[in-house]
Structures are given as C-alpha cells and as structure tokens.
C-alpha cells in the first residue's frame, strides 16, 4: 500500500522559513518523480517544484530562489525548503509521486496534505 505522509507545516512571520518533508513508502522511489503542489485559499491547487526520476529539479517562478527541493533516497524521503516566505505562500501543501509509463498512463500519489501560514 502507498503512504505519502506529511510534515512540517505551520505558521511563521514574513521573511521566515519552514521545511516540510514526504516520507514515501510502498512505492519504488527511484522510478517516480517527487513534488510539491499547494492549494491557496480560493484557488486552485498549483506545482511549487518537481525533481523527476532522472533528477533534474523545475520550480514555479513565484519560489525561484526562496525554495529549494531535495530528495533522500536512503530515506525515501523528500523535502521542501522554504525560505524567505511570503503571505502569498499561505497554502496547503501536498506531496506528490508520479510515474508515467511508457502508454502515457500516468499514475500518482498524494499526501494528505500540510498548512502553512504565513504572517505579516
């Protein structure tokens, strides 16, 4: 059974920082792409950043230079720091796995889900 579970969320001032992690289980880690997504209040859910399984790293341009992804393998764990945060980046946050095979199928999972609140 699949299990992405969460953690790290909360709430911090502006200009602050805060790390979540995904611990993933049941999945073959080094053949799905790893990312966060958040859903701000009203809106709909958007992509923060993805490393794929070749690795290479894409961020949104909104947290270009705040945040940073990064993955443990060991651990197969994956982790988002975020720095220099904003209240624009008042979200709840999801982690995702995917695997695309070679049809085009695309099969995902997500974690329950993370606040985070930022203050002005």
């Known amino acids: 059974q699949v299990q992405l579970v969460e953690s790290g969320g909360g709430l911090v001032q502006a200009g602050g920082s805060l790390r979540l992690s995904c611990a993933a289980s049941g999945i073959d880690f080094s053949v799905y792409a790893m990312g966060w997504y958040r859903q701000p209040p009203g809106k709909q859910r958007e992509l923060v950043a993805r490393?794929?399984?070749?690795?290479?790293?894409n961020y949104a341009d909104s947290v270009k230079g705040r945040f940073t992804m990064s993955r443990d393998n060991t651990e197969n764990t994956w982790y988002l720091q975020m720095d220099s945060l904003q209240p624009v980046d008042t979200a709840v946050y999801y982690c995702?796995?995917?695997?695309?095979?070679?049809?085009?199928?695309?099969?995902?999972?997500w974690g329950q889900g993370t606040q985070v609140t930022v203050s002005s």
């Open positions: 995702n796995a995917a695997r695309t095979y070679w049809n085009g199928n695309v099969y995902e999972y």
């Open positions: 490393i794929t399984s070749g690795r290479s790293t």
